[in-house]
């Protein structure tokens, strides 16, 4: 169905692979955010639920503020691995 390019560059995608270091994910995920993770969320933690070619999965707990924002509290919050812009 999709073309072999495609299909190509998505063999190399796994969904068990080795997890990368927390600090590296947590920089990662402040870059994005654009804050430190504590002003987001009340915890973070630091082992992954997942990690896969493309990024990883932790559970968190969102800040009593966002937690009244949004109606959730505990999440899950998937992290791109450093380096995959490249």
Do not use: C, N, W, Y
């Not at 959730?72 to 995959?84: C, F, H, Y």
């Amino acid at each position: 169905v999709l073309p072999p390019v495609i299909t190509k560059e998505l063999e190399g995608l796994q969904d068990e692979v080795p997890s990368v270091p927390f600090a590296q994910m947590r920089a990662r995920a402040e870059e994005e955010l654009g804050m430190p993770l504590e002003r987001a969320f009340a915890s973070v933690d630091e082992r992954p639920l997942a990690a896969a070619s493309l990024g990883q999965a932790h559970r968190a707990v969102l800040t009593d503020d966002l937690a009244a924002d949004t109606g959730l509290r505990e999440v899950v919050v998937k992290i791109q691995r450093p380096g995959i812009d490249r």
